[in-house]
């Protein structure tokens, strides 16, 4: 077991040094310039050129690899190229946003999804399964900008219940959460028609098993049966697909908190993304790439302890 | 006579209580800007309108425009008590104020008191390239400090003081900053720590969300009334403008559209909105050198089809007004419509004319030209606009959009055959420089800025009117640099956009809103919030 | 099964002929779009502007007078266009190299498997803008950025049919007596994995139409004045509170025709995967 782990982990080094270099790469590929980006317009070519070269731009790319790379060894993702605030501080300030919108996200999805799951599985082919069904199919198409300007529309222009956008300090817990309802919720019914649909699936299969089948057979009450064979059997499959789609929600995460203009860590993509500041997307991406290696990690290593025949793989 | 004189006097004292001004509890301003996050705080790298803002509040110049007004004739003291000038108009003596001090900084807990040192590193550093943007307004010129309260600073040629104290008021390279907060700390961390003289100081920067300026009670001009201005960075105008509704802000960024404004106005929560100047000037800039706009006829074929009237409907008559040449009229050299008129040169909608020039030019049925433009709303809603009209006369514009820095870069490697450019430029020179002079041109310019149109034929103009101490000689020069360029239709000047704001009643900004050099509606030592009906 | 009974149970299935049925609709709008739309989507009217639904414009107009009716028709010839060739051009590159990776092994596996390891480690979205801000915005761009997005997914489905195939014992018999590798190809393995292939396809044509309209939403997309779904809901939402029907019709139309794909993918996994059967 321990042999596998180690095996496993070591296997997500070259992985992660290749996804730096496409990183890396990618981002100086892209046309624009971070110089004309800070100058602004009135800016002379004199001013720019002489800003790239206090950027470092000028250098040869292997060297600002290299000091990219020796940044990172150190744990010093460098500042950005535009306000000269250290890029952990940047990731820092807002990353917290980013994990309480994707958690809250979570914790709906899985609150409300699971028990909605195996309502619709028990109800099959009625009208609730129906119901069910369609409000997940609905929830896994609408694109998250889309159902939050639907609920901004509904709950902070028509209403005026919820603020619009921006996010509540953290020192103030009832105002961060008065901001965080709209977004979260976004983010949370989306991930709630995942986990309906998940765990309807999980508990169709698992209540055609046999061992299922044995317990009703054996005149169990139906409650029983469903909640100490069937659901907790049906949960480690629902657990890890929560992991994987955690990797599709990322998408769903930043396009909530660009139309909410929350501060956040895909906003922050975004922004560094509009104004060529390398140094800033450079390490932005590759902490999203780490949190997808490290999920894919997680999830690799708990089907191994869930089911011990992956180990020999 | 005695009852008389009471009613007097009671009048007066009931007066006094219903116009004195009542101030809110809380002196905390929340302003929202259109944008993301902030750029630089550094003052000599500031050029976008939520930066310049923030700035304005944090420093000073040797020198300021009155607030609200951005006319040079009203610039007054502002670091610099007084000033003079030898009357071979190279040489400029400055006497610093005593007792300015700057804000805290790590080290510094009280500041420290400015003096000349400071001043000669901060205009040192406006021209150093490495350290500025705005280093091309500072060539040839050199800084001394005389003593700790005296600077001299010596041209290479005779300025105007219509050009020269612009460059040392509280704009762009001309804000003050601490010497030993720069020398101590370095250059980036400068960049989002900014120190200077200013009415508020800066406490606190959250990426991508605000920016905390607190009063500064050692203000040389006494201390602010408002005790905190919260700067919020907001991109989405729904939202400012729900905030504000809400009364979560007091100061927010508009859209730069008429229909808005009204919009605004109409709302039931009592909201003002503020149409103030300069404005930014919309010019359609040709590339003389790509075919067909090689031809003079085809340039001026395009100025006809294009309908400045139409446009200003579709964007505005209250926020907009027409430009008639490349400087705007209420800058001195700008012409009016008369003088352009009275040349020939006001190319009004003629789509006739235009569909004859271009079948003289070779081209009876039109042609397509390709164009580079930003996403920016103000830039793209007129260029779509103009799209549409040129359809007009058989001439296709193909957009290419591309986001905002990238935009920047790919015109000034000359690749569009058309340029959109919103902008503001402190006065004549510098809009005719940087637009219409030969060295200016992009790519193959000696110092190529945004000379788009690789134009040459004004520089001598331009040049004369440079070193022209008479404000007369001055301005005839510059006018006859604008009817060159109209003549060989270099570029077609659409309006000047004015900015848009909507505010609080509450918000009392104590001066008025002419023109903010500064590009936002100002907030100074003064502005308060009144306390609400 | 044989593909008689595959059919009947497909049309048996109603959410799959709902899905069918409106994504057909979907497409027949795109095609017809200049003939069925009321109005020239490009033509402005400066005089018209904002005006809220009503007879003359059912979605009410824009900012620059321009009906949002006939632009939400236009806007799905670029949804469509966008979602079936992007998937296309995914799953051309990405059956190719999964097979090629799953046939040929050694060291050709290694590269390309670890390079779709590498590619996959990207959220899609994520991807998508860094690919999109390389290439620049434009209609070709969009569709080759989302291909690129596609590519791995597939190569890695398809990588896993074609090891299993190659497992089995008359390919080994082939491979002895000497066929040529296209011919095990072309033979064996890829009508083996074209079911998988198709069922995946017309699932992510609804994923590929969401980061079409994401990316287009963002300004990286389909440059206007072309009207797509997100670009026009991103012009929209600075009229959120005073039209907001620049935003809520196309985003409609955005919701319908990703459900209708889903519904119809849906459907033919419930089919090819039996124990999943819905009804």
């Known amino acids: 077991m321990i042999a596998y782990v180690v095996r496993r982990v070591a296997l997500t080094v070259p992985i992660l040094l290749a996804v730096l270099t496409l990183v890396f790469l990618l981002v100086r590929v892209a046309p624009g310039d971070p110089a004309v980006a800070a100058l602004g317009d009135l800016a002379s070519r004199e001013a720019v050129e002489a800003l790239r070269v206090r950027m470092g731009l000028d250098q040869p790319l292997w060297r600002q690899y290299v000091q990219f790379l020796a940044g990172l060894g150190r744990g010093d993702l460098g500042r950005s190229l535009i306000t000269g605030v250290p890029v952990a501080q940047q990731v820092g300030s807002v990353l917290p946003h980013t994990l309480q919108l994707t958690f809250a996200g979570v914790l709906i999805g899985i609150v409300f999804g699971a028990p909605l799951g195996v309502l619709t599985a028990l109800h099959r082919n009625r009208l609730l399964d129906y119901l069910g069904r369609t409000f997940s199919l609905a929830g896994l198409s609408v694109p998250a900008f889309y159902l939050g300007i639907l609920l901004m529309l509904l709950f902070s222009i028509q209403l005026r219940w919820f603020p619009v956008v921006g996010a509540g300090d953290f020192a103030d817990p009832l105002e961060n959460l008065y901001y965080l309802v709209l977004p979260a919720l976004t983010l949370g019914l989306i991930m709630t028609a995942y986990v309906t649909r998940m765990t309807r699936s999980a508990m169709l299969n698992i209540l055609g098993e046999d061992y299922v089948r044995t317990a009703r057979s054996k005149g169990l009450v139906e409650r029983r049966v469903i909640y100490t064979h069937a659901f907790r059997n049906a949960l480690i499959p629902i657990i890890s697909v929560v992991g994987i789609h955690a990797i599709e929600l990322i998408g769903s995460a930043v396009m909530t908190e660009i139309v909410f203009s929350r501060p956040g860590l895909g906003r922050l993509l975004v922004g560094a993304m509009m104004r060529r500041d390398y140094i800033a997307l450079q390490s932005i991406m590759v902490i999203y790439a780490g949190f997808v290696v490290l999920l894919n990690l997680v999830t690799d290593l708990s089907y191994g302890f869930i089911d011990p025949r992956i180990r020999y793989e | ?533 | 099964m044989n593909t008689r009974q595959l059919w009947r149970t497909f049309w048996r299935n109603k959410t799959a002929v709902a899905g069918v049925i409106v994504a057909l609709g979907v497409v027949f709008m795109a095609l017809l779009a200049p003939v069925i739309s009321p109005y020239d989507p490009l033509q402005q009217n400066v005089y018209y502007r904002l005006t809220g639904p009503e007879r003359a414009h059912l979605f009410g107009t824009d900012v620059y007078g321009r009906d949002v009716l006939s632009r939400v028709i236009h806007g799905a010839r670029v949804s469509l266009l966008v979602g079936v060739t992007s998937v296309l051009i995914g799953m051309g590159a990405g059956t190719l190299l999964g097979m090629t990776a799953g046939l040929l092994r050694g060291k050709v596996e290694t590269g390309i498997m670890r390079a779709v390891d590498v590619v996959m480690c990207f959220p899609d979205l994520i991807l998508g803008i860094m690919v999109m801000a390389v290439l620049g915005s434009g209609l070709d761009k969009l569709i080759i950025t989302i291909g690129v997005v596609m590519t791995p997914r597939f190569a890695r489905m398809v990588y896993g049919t074609t090891l299993s195939i190659t497992e089995q014992d008359y390919i080994d018999a082939a491979r002895s007596i000497g066929a040529p590798v296209w011919r095990l190809l072309m033979r064996h393995v890829l009508p083996n994995c074209l079911g998988g292939v198709l069922v995946m396809a017309s699932l992510w044509t609804g994923a590929a139409i969401r980061i079409e309209a994401n990316l287009s939403f963002i300004g990286m997309g389909v440059a206007p004045p072309t009207a797509t779904w997100g670009n026009m809901i991103r012009a929209g939402i600075d009229h959120l509170t005073n039209a907001p029907w620049l935003s809520v019709f196309p985003g409609l139309a955005i919701l319908i025709t990703i459900l209708a794909f889903n519904m119809l993918g849906d459907g033919i996994r419930d089919v090819t995967d039996p124990r999943l059967r819905g009804g």
């Open chain 2, 1 to 533: 006579m005695k009852t008389v004189l009471s009613l007097f006097c009671t009048v007066l004292l009931v007066g006094s209580i219903a116009w004195g001004v009542e101030l809110a509890e809380r002196q905390l301003l929340r302003i929202a800007f259109d944008a993301g996050d902030l750029s630089t705080l550094d003052p000599h790298f500031a050029a976008a309108t939520m930066d310049r803002g923030v700035v304005d509040m944090i420093y000073n110049g040797l020198v300021r425009y009155r607030p609200g007004n951005i006319d040079p004739e009203y610039i007054e003291p502002d670091l610099a008590e007084r000033w003079t000038v030898s009357e071979d108009g190279l040489t400029w003596m400055f006497y610093l104020r005593e007792g300015v001090y700057f804000h805290p900084f790590p080290g510094y807990p009280d500041g420290y008191e400015l003096t000349a040192d400071d001043v000669v590193y901060s205009l040192e550093k406006a021209a150093d390239p490495q350290r500025s943007g705005y280093s091309g307004m500072y060539g040839g010129m050199s800084f001394e400090a005389l003593d700790e309260y005296t600077v001299r600073i010596t041209l290479a040629e005779p300025e105007s003081p219509l050009l020269f104290l612009p460059k040392v008021a509280d704009y762009s390279g001309g804000f003050i900053v601490s010497k030993r907060a720069l020398e101590e700390n370095g250059l980036d961390w400068f960049r989002s720590n900014p120190v200077g003289t200013g009415p508020f100081a800066f406490a606190e920067y959250r990426p991508m969300d605000r920016v905390v300026l607190v009063r500064n009670e050692r203000y040389f001009r006494g201390a602010p009334v408002l005790e905190q201005v919260e700067i919020r960075y907001m991109p989405d105008l729904s939202a400012r403008e729900l905030g504000l509704r809400r009364g979560e802000l007091h100061l927010i960024e508009g859209l730069r559209e008429q229909p808005w404004v009204e919009k605004v106005e109409g709302l039931p929560e009592d909201l003002a909105v503020d149409v103030f100047g300069p404005g930014e000037t919309h010019v359609v800039h040709f590339n003389t050198r790509v075919p067909p706009l090689d031809d003079v006829r085809v340039r001026q074929a395009l100025a006809y089809a294009i309908s400045r009237e139409e446009l200003m409907v579709f964007i505005g008559e209250r926020v907009t007004q027409p430009l008639y040449s490349p400087v705007p009229e209420f800058l001195a050299g700008g012409l009016t419509r008369e003088q352009a008129e009275a040349r020939g040169l006001l190319y009004e909608v003629d789509r006739d004319k235009a569909r004859a020039l271009l079948a003289e030019a070779g081209y009876p049925d039109g042609f397509g030209v390709d164009v580079i433009i930003t996403e920016m709303a103000s830039y793209l809603s007129p260029t779509q606009a103009i799209q549409a009209q040129l359809t007009h006369v058989g001439i296709a514009k193909d957009l290419r959009v591309v986001e905002h820095s990238t935009f920047h870069s790919l015109i000034r490697d000359d690749l569009s055959a058309m340029v959109h450019y919103e902008c503001w430029r402190p006065n004549a020179d510098v809009f005719l420089t940087h637009f219409y002079h030969s060295a200016s041109r992009v790519v193959y310019g000696e110092r190529p800025i945004t000379n788009f149109s690789h134009f040459y034929q004004a520089d001598y103009p331009i040049e004369r009117a440079r070193v022209a101490l008479d404000p007369e000689e001055q301005t005839g020069w510059w006018k006859e640099a604008q009817f060159r360029i109209l003549e060989d239709m270099a570029a077609y000047p659409l309006y000047i956009l004015g900015f848009v704001y909507a505010r609080q009643p509450e918000l009392d900004y104590v001066h008025d809103l002419v023109a903010i050099a500064a590009l936002y509606p100002q907030i100074t030592e003064k502005t308060r919030i009144l306390a609400g009906s």
